[in-house]
């Protein structure tokens, strides 16, 4: 099983990212999928999280009307949209299967 995350990067307060994972050695569709950061000095907070068909969503508060998750079960990927992005949304965001594992991370950073 294996996870690759993209797309993170540095942005501006109020800007937007997109982060994409893909997902291999296993079927992709038969597993809910989840997004979960890790801020520097903190532990992992859960942001969101996907069914199997993706007709399912859920948000922690602290991102909800800002984020969306969303996946492609054709392509084994699944997304975060990221918009209004704030200083406090800084991490490493992972993707995560629903009984692991993680991915890598990819550094999201949001200052002026």
């Known amino acids: 099983v294996r996870l690759v995350e993209s797309g993170g990067g540095l942005v501006q307060p109020g800007g937007s990212l997109r982060l994409s994972c893909v997902g291999s050695?296993?079927?992709?569709?038969?597993?809910?999928m989840a997004w979960v950061r890790q801020a520097p000095g903190k532990g992992p907070e859960w942001v969101s999280d996907?069914?199997?068909?993706?007709?399912?969503?859920y948000y922690s508060d602290s991102v909800k009307g800002r984020f969306t998750i969303s996946r492609d079960n054709s392509k084994n990927m699944v997304y975060l949209q990221m918009n209004d992005l704030k200083p406090e949304d800084t991490a490493v965001y992972y993707c995560?299967?629903?009984?692991?594992?993680w991915g890598q991370g990819t550094q999201v950073t949001v200052s002026s």
């Open positions: 050695g296993y079927k992709f569709g038969n597993h809910y």
């Open positions: 996907i069914n199997y068909s993706g007709t399912a969503t």
């Open positions: 995560a299967k629903d009984d692991g594992p």
